[in-house]
């Protein structure tokens, strides 16, 4: 059964610090990984979207990138600004299923 | 283009009654999942149907149940609701199809709570 872990479960930055959230897994036979984003009480907001072949991928001050071997995904945020303060949640969806396994989530607070 | 949409968004039942859920993927998808968040479990994936097919399903009990429509919006039912079924239920639909799974998009959820 397939695991995901985020630590710390909470963290706090000052405004225009670089944010790197960690994501590991424990089987590497993944077809893809996505990470996302989450306000409180509301849904799921996709950010970005690793295929297994992929070492990394990018957009606008977000970057994921994906060691498949080790079972480790990294989500940098360049020059975080408070409106990036939320729950940043890892998933991986697996070969053989379209079942995505979450885990417990990054809470950000980017203080102004 | 429209995202998901779920309704309805908040809904209270007590013990004992069942409920039925809504899902209306973005249009073109044909594979929508449900999972449901609780602030001990967080996100736990219930069922995937595939053309009107449950194709995955999750260790729930057999209370939770879905079906898809042919014009694959989804409906979730949870019969005889017990004070644990009090979570924010999340609807996902993506282009998945055969062996190619996609990016999955999210709706904004139903907030069931259990009295």
């Known amino acids: 059964k397939q695991e995901v872990t985020q630590i710390p479960a909470a963290l706090s930055v000052p405004e225009g610090e670089n944010l790197v959230l960690n994501c590991s897994f424990t089987?590497?036979?993944?077809?893809?990984l996505q990470w996302f984003r989450q306000d409180p009480g509301k849904g799921l907001t996709s950010l970005l979207l690793?295929?297994?072949?992929?070492r990394e991928q990018t957009s606008g001050r977000l970057n994921a990138s994906l060691d498949k071997s080790s079972g480790r995904s990294t989500l940098y945020i360049a020059a975080s600004q408070p409106g990036d303060s939320a729950t940043y949640l890892c998933?991986?969806?697996?070969?053989?299923?379209?079942?995505?396994?979450f885990g417990k989530g990054n809470q950000v607070v980017v203080i102004p | 283009k429209a995202g998901v949409t779920q309704t309805p968004r908040y809904l209270i039942k007590t013990r004992g009654q069942q409920v039925t859920l809504s899902c209306s993927p973005i249009?073109?998808?044909?594979?929508v999942s449900w999972y449901q968040q609780t602030p001990g479990q967080g996100l736990q994936f219930l069922f995937e149907?595939?053309?009107?097919?449950?194709?995955n399903k999750g260790n729930f009990p057999g209370r939770f149940s879905g079906r898809q429509f042919s014009n694959s919006r989804s409906e979730m039912n949870v019969s005889t609701l017990e004070l644990g079924d009090s979570a924010l239920y999340l609807c996902?639909?993506?282009?998945?199809?055969?062996?190619?799974?996609?990016?999955?998009?999210f709706g904004p959820g139903t907030r069931l709570t259990v009295l």
């Open positions: 996902a639909s993506s282009l998945s199809s055969g062996q190619s799974y996609n990016e999955q998009f």
């Open positions: 089987d590497s036979a993944i077809y893809n």
């Open positions: 690793i295929q297994s072949s992929q």
């Open positions: 998933a991986v969806n697996d070969y053989g299923n379209n079942r995505l396994a």
């Open positions: 249009s073109g998808h044909r594979s």
């Open positions: 149907y595939f053309s009107e097919t449950q194709r």
